[in-house]
């Protein structure tokens, strides 16, 4: 089970809007609305942003939203604020018993 | 609130067995609603899944890493551990405890190093 793929920066001005693209395939971004989204900032653990594709805990911004393409979901943050600068992962459910999830290769989102 | 704390030594020698604990706070490891499992970080790369664990003591682990991986569960302790065996340095990682769904981790504990150095 290769991890998805996720490119490697995205960046974007105060205010403006991003959109994180997670790829994977048939066997599990495809197959699953099971991919969540967790935010990393230096020396912290990953924090869940979304989950089940779109869904926000409580207390994560409504900035931040989720939603999935065939083989591909995507993070899209808007109003972009200087907190957001941090490395953004995507995971999906596999299915597989023996390999059921599978991280995105991560994301480092920059606020110029 | 649930909270996760994992523990164990922070430096191993190649060749040994990395040994690590998580504790759960707040809520009881016996919820049939979740699982718990082990994420690893190395250094300044991405995430990558371990294994987890049910509270019955159902295992599920990572084809690359099942041959050298165990988790096991103490419910009296509200703890699960993590032994992964014949370390190099490509284990040296941050390790991360979670709680987990189908597709979804939260929380995660604040994750420990260890570096396999001799």
Known sequence: QSALTQPASVSGSPGQSITISCTGTSSDVGSYNLVSWYQQHPGKAPKLMIYEGSKRPSGVSNRFSGSKSGNTASLTISGLQAEDEADYYCCSYAGSSTFPYVFGTGTKVTVL | ?118
């Open chain 2, 1 to 118: 609130q649930l909270q996760l704390q994992e523990s164990g030594p922070g430096l191993v020698k190649p060749s040994e067995t990395l040994s690590l604990t998580c504790t759960v706070s707040g809520g009881s490891i016996s919820s049939s609603s979740y699982y718990w499992g082990w994420i690893r970080q190395p250094p300044g790369k991405g995430l990558e899944w371990i294994g987890s664990i049910y509270y019955s003591g159902s295992t599920y682990y990572n084809p690359s890493l099942k041959s050298r991986v165990t988790i096991s569960v103490d419910t009296s302790k509200n703890q699960f551990s993590l032994k992964l065996s014949s370390v190099t340095a490509a284990d040296t990682a941050v390790y991360y405890c979670a709680r987990h769904t189908t597709g979804t981790f939260d929380p995660w504990g604040q994750g420990t190093l260890v570096t396999v150095s001799s």
